[in-house]
């Protein structure tokens, strides 16, 4: 699947400082916590007031890794977030692969997941123990919604998650809960979108039953070649998703409009998407459905409904 040339990979982000309440002292504790200084993120863990919901995320694992002393590996959606994926919500707890049993004082928003995991299948990431890359989207696409799973597939496969071991795995899983579906969404993965939104508006077309776009589509313009997000190269149609930050100056504006004039100029027609249109997709489906042949036919896709 096409890339474009240039575009960055997803990394693991670097770990934020953590401060755990049992290398202070505890009136200390308490007043930057009233002050606002500190925020908990989990039991006797804190970070630095303000913070980003990722960086939280990221500042609960490391919380919760120097408190366990049991072998474990944040797994799903926390080590999708470790790896640098991208995901559609912020994970609302924290799960982790543990082969022990849990101690009797759980955490409400600690999910934990048994079972024996192959340890070639478990890595590091800056110092944190997270599922690897294949198992990780595996795990995610078994149990998020199909959206969310498609996002961070998308982003699996481009930082470096192999589809063959991914489908391979889910072999290995047959029978197991989720699988079906599982192997439906890896399968309709690309590693072209780069970013969330762009994964968000082909769900929306795939799910709504449209051919499948190709992403990151070139064209040859005057003005060097341009490329499209995604879209349809034989019916010269692209799908653009525009993100909020993608427009900071006037001068964006400027570029932007003549790219889309010398796109104009080839013969491509191109639908523009924000993330307001996500939500209104009957409305983007028949947008997009105009613009293409009339004896284009809808194809069911099961694994992306519910």
Request: net charge positive; glycine share 8%.
């Amino acid at each position: 699947m096409a890339r474009r040339p240039g575009s960055a990979s997803p990394e693991p982000p670097p770990l934020p400082s953590v401060f755990l309440a049992c290398d202070h002292e505890h009136a200390t504790v308490v007043a930057r916590v009233r002050h606002g200084t500190w925020q908990r993120v989990t039991r006797g863990a804190y970070v630095a007031e303000p913070t980003t919901t990722s960086v939280r995320a990221l500042a609960t694992m490391k919380g919760i890794h120097e408190r366990l002393t049991a072998p474990h590996w944040f797994s799903h959606e926390s080590a999708a977030v470790a790896w640098g994926l991208p995901t559609w919500r912020t994970p609302r707890v924290t799960h982790i692969r543990q082969g022990s049993r849990p101690s009797s004082r759980r955490d409400p928003r600690v999910l934990r997941h048994g079972g024996f995991v192959d340890p070639d299948l478990l890595t590091t990431v800056h110092g944190l123990p997270v599922t690897g890359l294949t198992l990780t989207l595996v795990d995610c696409a078994r149990t998020l919604p199909a959206l969310d799973a498609l996002v961070v597939a998308d982003a699996a496969l481009r930082a470096g998650a192999d589809l063959g071991d991914a489908l391979a795995m889910l072999g290995s899983l047959r029978g197991h809960a989720g699988v079906a579906r599982a192997r439906g969404v890896i399968e309709l993965a690309d590693e072209g979108a780069e970013s969330a939104g762009e994964t968000a508006t082909r769900f929306v077309l795939l799910r709504d039953g449209l051919p499948r776009p190709q992403t990151q589509i070139p064209v040859v313009t005057r003005l060097g070649t341009f490329w499209g997000d995604l879209g349809w190269e034989e019916w010269k149609l692209l799908v653009e998703y525009d993100g909020r930050p993608k427009y900071r100056s006037t001068e964006d504006l400027i570029r932007e409009k003549r790219r889309q004039d010398a796109l104009v100029e080839m013969g491509w027609r191109t639908v523009r998407v924000v993330k307001e249109d996500l939500r209104a997709s009957a409305q983007l489906r028949a947008r997009v459905r105009r613009l293409l042949p009339g004896d284009v036919r809808l194809v069911r896709r099961p694994c992306l409904v519910g």
